[in-house]
């Protein structure tokens, strides 16, 4: 069963910069996306930035410009560096994997999520 599994999360004043990471578990045979969402409390999740194998990567108008996503397919990795931090960035952040199984089966896979809080 492929898991994912977040780290980097914290607290930071506004104009800070974090750096999340996420490592996939399992095994898979294909990768067609990795990428990044986020949820603020009271809000619908929202993608904040992707990287898939058709269209490259794509990003939230919000983030563009201080946001970049890196992606290793070999280490089924993927990196989200956030420069310029503001406080409405504040949110749970989630990593998400869609690929494909043994089996044929197209899925997506989410992580646990991790917490990311910008105020001074």
């Known amino acids: 069963q492929l898991q994912l599994v977040e780290s980097g999360g914290g607290l930071v004043q506004p104009g800070g910069s974090l750096r999340l990471s996420c490592k996939a578990t399992?095994?898979?045979?294909?990768?067609?996306?990795m990428g990044w969402y986020r949820q603020a409390p009271g809000k619908q999740r929202e993608l904040v930035a992707v990287?898939?194998?058709?269209?490259?990567?794509n990003y939230a108008d919000s983030v563009k410009g201080r946001f970049t996503i890196s992606r290793d397919n070999a280490k089924k990795t993927v990196d989200l560096q956030m420069n310029s931090l503001k406080a409405e960035d504040t949110a749970v952040y989630y990593c998400?994997?869609?690929?494909?199984?043994?089996?044929?089966?197209?899925?997506?896979?989410w992580g646990q999520g991790t917490q990311v809080t910008v105020s001074s």
């Open positions: 399992g095994s898979i045979f294909g990768i067609s996306a």
């Open positions: 998400n994997l869609q690929g494909r199984s043994y089996s044929g089966t197209l899925s997506d896979y």
């Open positions: 990287d898939t194998n058709s269209r490259g990567t």
